[in-house]
Nanobody, 124 residues
């Protein structure tokens, strides 16, 4: 069984930065996609970013492109989401998730394993 644990959320002013971490345990992760999703009050859960673990190929939602950077550390089995130039509309609970290779990375139902979420609040 795969376990994912997010950390790094918090309160930050608009224009500031946060780095989220997603620690993965319980299995070999090299064949998986690691995705970040977020959900704000009154909003649907939306795709943020994804990384293909083996190749390192990355994908971003248009709303965060140029501001967020996804990366991974194979030795630590940990993924990161560096969030810069944060906006109040980035406020949400952020989740990391793992999907089998071959699934659509931008669809939440592609992901079989989810973390507990970490809260990000951006004040104006």
């Amino acid at each position: 069984q795969v376990h994912l644990v997010e950390s790094g959320g918090g309160l930050v002013q608009a224009g500031g930065s946060l780095r989220l971490s997603c620690a993965v345990s319980g299995g070999t992760f090299s064949s998986y996609i690691l995705g970040w999703f977020r959900q704000a009050p009154g909003k649907v859960r939306e795709f943020v970013s994804a990384i293909y673990w083996t190749s390192g190929s990355t994908y971003y939602a248009e709303s965060v492109k140029g501001r967020f950077t996804i990366s991974r550390d194979n030795a630590k089995n940990t993924a990161y989401l560096q969030m810069n130039s944060l906006k109040p509309e980035d406020t949400a609970t952020y989740y990391c998730a793992a999907a089998r290779l071959g699934r659509l990375h931008y669809k939440d139902n592609s992901y079989g394993y989810w973390g507990q979420g970490t809260q990000v609040t951006v004040s104006s």
